[in-house]
């Protein structure tokens, strides 16, 4: 992803953001991670019962090992906790473990940004493997078509980026919506969780400005060699 050349140094700035977006998620989670919420809800009960009430019985929610590796899978409907949010009942855990849950209720109504991005997930694992062969190999070789799908190929990355981002702030207010309906959380513990999605809603952000930035930098490598 970092080939060398002198426009390296755009990517510079969003590289500390995304650095410092990964700091804020690690220290946001862990700071409220200590902190349990007085109902005494594991993240694994909070995804549990949402789900139940929206009528998702069907879809399991399942520990897995690692730490911030939660996810839904819209393949295999099922919901996905690291073990410390499975099992703990800390304000970080049920914020979580919500937000995984609006992604179900997302895929339950089908909801278009989450339809997308799904609908781009093979396009982005096959151009992630070959969009450097493209373009290193068009650059040394001095062809302009090679160097030209390479950078086609780059666009669906970031447009990948951009349509999550949407995705992932609709599913945090939909986890509050759900943690602040269903009483799993008093005012103050309600604005501690939202601190913590905003968090993660971050790195989204920041991943998406890195890739936007390094578009930039390939065109202008293109640009800069014909």
Avoid: C
Avoid at 30 to 55: C, M, Q, W
Avoid at 59 to 75: A, E, F, M, S
Wanted: aromatic share 10%; net charge positive; no cysteine.
């Amino acid at each position: 992803m970092f080939f060398y050349d002198s426009t390296i140094l755009l990517l510079i700035p969003a590289l500390l953001i995304a650095s410092y977006a990964q700091y804020k998620v690690s220290s946001t989670f862990s700071k409220f991670s200590k902190i349990p919420n007085k109902n005494g809800y594991t993240g694994g009960e909070v995804a549990r019962i949402i789900l139940d009430r929206h009528g998702l019985s069907d879809i399991p929610v399942i520990p897995v090992r690692g730490q911030l590796t939660d996810h839904y899978d819209p393949n295999k409907k099922s919901i996905s906790l690291s073990e410390p949010v499975y099992n703990s009942s800390s304000i970080s855990s049920i914020a979580v473990a919500a937000h995984e849950v609006g992604h179900a209720i997302q895929d339950q109504e089908g909801y278009m940004a989450l339809r997308l991005r799904n609908s781009l997930v093979p396009v982005v694992n096959f151009s992630s493997q070959m969009v450097w062969i493209l373009f290193l190999a068009g650059i040394f070789f001095s062809l302009p078509k090679l160097v030209t799908a390479g950078i086609l190929l780059f666009t669906t990355t970031v447009a990948f980026q951009i349509i999550t981002l949407p995705v992932e702030i609709n599913a945090s207010r939909r986890a509050m919506a759900s943690l602040s309906q269903g009483d799993f959380v008093d005012q103050q513990e309600y604005g501690q969780a939202t601190k913590v999605l905003k968090a993660a809603a971050f790195t989204y952000i920041a991943s998406t400005l890195v890739a936007l930035t390094q578009l930039l930098r390939l065109i202008l490598i293109n640009n800069r060699r014909r």
